[in-house]
């Protein structure tokens, strides 16, 4: 005969040592992404950098720093009156990612306040939610397994991956 | 037959027509082998058939699954080959410093990684002495009004998603006339 998992709350048969495990103030749900995009390498790269301090210095959780490919875009020129290129340039946008997790609810006012202070020249910053579509970006697309789950698809008429975009 | 041929056509047509006349069809005439009945399939059938292909694709896909996808590489951490292969070449022989030379730059390093520590100490004061006040201010709200403490507590949602534009170094200038032009992405394409 075994007696049930009772706390010493009595309450609950949940094990004592659980209740640790929460954080002990409220806390933003899932992961945030600061993500800092910006044309010149070096300077995008120490602003990630200095990003990573501050999460040390406020005692965040930092989940993960990432690289994400570059997006490099061709900009040409006209001459005046015509279409004849004058001048070509090619510009790459560089991306760095800093992830942070569990964060205060008080603190992240904070954290962004002091991202906005410390930002170096020509970096942009987007903090938002993170996402599947920001793994996707970074992964070589399997042609074959999507061909594969687009047929299963067509059989079955439920779609497999939600997040995939529609070819 | 031809009695009974006789029989109809009268005798001054006889011999107008040849032998081969005789062979009258009523019935229309198939040149292939008459179209075999459909048979039915057992929808028990059908629906196993259909079964052994999900799980044969259900099979290949999580077979697929097994290894990671890969990562895109990252273009800017990379060294060419090119440069991989001159690395060697590239190498170059320092000349020798004169001592006063190299003390000064060993003085200037130490002063550097002074001042870089000095502002690193301030930054990390003004940052506590931030979380402090905030601290003290969060704790004399709990006392007023624990009400408005859980409030301040909660996270607020409406914070993210947040963009902070890039800071420019100069102004824009005034009167400037933007040329006419094109921009183009010519990232990697990985689909075809």
């Known amino acids: 005969s075994s007696s049930p998992v009772v706390s010493s709350s009595g309450s609950s048969v949940d094990p004592d040592y659980l209740k640790l495990l929460k954080p002990p103030v409220p806390v933003h749900e899932g992961l945030i992404n600061v993500q800092l995009k910006g044309y010149d390498f070096p300077v995008l790269e120490r602003q990630a950098r200095r990003v990573l301090k501050l999460v040390s210095k406020l005692n965040l ?4 720093a ?3 490919p570059l997006r490099s875009f061709r900009v040409q020129t006209f001459k005046p009156q015509s279409t004849t290129v004058d001048k070509s340039y090619d510009l790459p ?3 760095r990612n800093v992830q942070i997790a569990m964060v205060p609810g008080f603190l992240l006012g904070t954290f962004i ?3 906005q202070k410390n930002l170096a020249v020509g970096v942009t910053v987007n903090i938002h939610l993170h996402g599947p579509e920001h793994l996707e970006i970074r992964q070589i697309p ?3 397994l999507e061909a594969l789950e687009r047929q299963l698809e067509e059989l079955t008429g439920t779609p497999i991956n939600p997040h995939q975009k529609k070819l | 037959m031809l009695s009974l041929f006789s029989r109809y056509v009268p005798s001054c047509y006889r011999n107008l027509l ?3 006349a005789c062979n009258i069809h009523t019935s229309s005439q198939l040149w292939a082998e008459p179209m075999r009945k459909r048979r ?7 629906k196993m058939r259909e079964q052994r292909k999900i799980r044969k694709l259900e099979k290949g896909i999580r077979q697929l699954k097994k290894h990671a996808k890969k990562m895109k590489p990252i273009d800017e951490m990379e060294v060419s080959p090119k440069l991989q292969r001159e690395l060697a070449d ?13 003390s000064f730059r060993q003085d200037l390093i130490r002063v550097w990684s002074r001042v870089q520590s000095a502002y690193y100490k301030d930054e990390t004061k003004i940052i506590s002495a931030m979380l402090h006040c905030q601290n003290a201010a969060l704790e004399d709200l709990k006392e007023a009004d624990p009400g408005l403490y859980d409030a301040a507590m909660q996270p607020d949602l409406s914070l993210i998603p947040f963009k902070i534009d890039a800071v420019t170094e100069t102004p824009p200038l005034k009167n400037y006339q933007p040329p006419d032009g094109k921009y183009t992405e010519t990232t990697k394409k990985w689909r075809p």
Do not use: C, F, H
Not at chain 1, 61 to 64: D, G, I, P
Not at chain 2, 40 to 46: F, I, N, Q, S, Y
């Open chain 1, 93 to 95: 946008i560089y991306e």
């Open chain 1, 142 to 144: 399997d042609l074959e």
């Open chain 2, 18 to 20: 040849p032998n081969g």
């Open chain 1, 113 to 115: 306040d002091l991202v």
């Open chain 1, 61 to 64: 959780t930092l989940s993960e």
């Open chain 2, 40 to 46: 039915r399939m057992d929808p028990a059938l059908l």
């Open chain 2, 90 to 102: 590239r190498k170059r022989q320092l000349p020798d410093l004169p001592p006063n030379i190299v």
């Open chain 1, 66 to 68: 990432w690289p994400t």
